[in-house]
């Protein structure tokens, strides 16, 4: 579903993605981690053809992002850490607005706006303005927005933070439901290990913009845990 093939990319003569490589497939749920500045988002948007890289190969359900680029965002949604939202809209208007883009009809729509504003619990604040959300909420109808079409990948970049627990478990189980129902891949970066080892199959640590670990969530727990496997690979020289 998503093959990222020794990815690199310079900002002028800093390089700061060397050869990332690393693929996940339908119903994978991959944690992407490592400390501050590393690159993560970097990855991120370089492999969604976000912003453009200087070597390397991307491929999201069999579409080069870079030569058949509409057909790969078609099928997957990226919620970055902090959401650009259309404030001046209502939160209803805003999942319309994200309806219309994927073409959905409106006995779909309605359906899933429905079931997933419900979840969330914001359900009766559709009808006001986003300028008035909270940044949890405004993170809630982001996420909302991005589930609506069923993407194939969904991507997302620390998409817990502000969120209060409630929120952060139901988010987890509908990760769990996208990916086991309906086999969608799921990338998310995150600093909080506790729920990478709860809710993911794969793992992938980054360090100085090099991929140091990329395997398989219950080898890491068979040894130790994720949090002592990040603190070796962020403290030595191992490659993954």
Known sequence: ?????????????????????????????????????AGKTTTIKSALGLIPFDDGHILIDGHDIETDPLEA???????????ELYSFMRGIDYLNFIADIFELDYDTRKERIDAL?????????????????????????ALIGALLHRPKLIVLDEPFVGLDPLATRMIREHFKRMAREHAATILFS?????????????????????LVFFGATKDILEKGSLEDLFVERMSSDVDA
């Open 1 to 37: 579903m998503l093959e990222i093939d020794n990815l690199s990319k310079f900002y002028g003569q800093k390089q700061v993605l060397h050869g990332i490589s690393f693929s996940l497939g339908p119903g994978d749920i991959c944690a992407f981690i490592g400390s501050n500045g």
């Open 190 to 210: 995150t600093h909080v290990l506790e729920v990478a080892e709860k809710l993911c199959n794969k793992v992938a640590i980054i360090r100085d913009g090099r």
């Open 73 to 83: 965002k078609r099928v997957y949604s990226y919620v970055p850490d902090n959401p």
């Open 117 to 141: 504003a419900e979840d969330f619990q914001i359900f009766d604040r559709l009808g006001e303005s986003i300028e008035n959300y909270s940044h949890g909420m405004q993170q809630k109808l």
